[in-house]
């Protein structure tokens, strides 16, 4: 009787370990991920803040808005903005 309830709780105890290994493995991907995310986010916009300094020196240096669009990446209402 004794020796079944250890063998019960024991049982118990790896499932709550396997169950706790799981969802930390979970959340740990999942910060991964979200962190991987930003990250390649952060460097888009820091592209496009960079497109858009490049567009707005090109515009003050009287460079044609085609050949601005052409190197810069960006749209012809972008640049516009910029003005």
Excluded: H
């Amino acid at each position: 009787m004794i020796m079944k309830q250890v063998e019960e709780r024991y049982i118990s105890s790896e499932a709550s370990k396997m169950a706790y290994r799981d969802i930390k493995n979970s959340v740990d991907t999942a910060k991964r991920e979200g962190i991987a995310e930003g990250m390649e986010k952060g460097m888009e916009l820091g592209m496009n803040q960079k497109a858009l300094d490049i567009a707005r020196n090109m515009l003050a240096d009287g460079i044609d808005i085609n050949l601005i669009m052409k190197y810069s990446g960006l749209t012809q209402e972008q640049i516009e903005k910029l003005k």
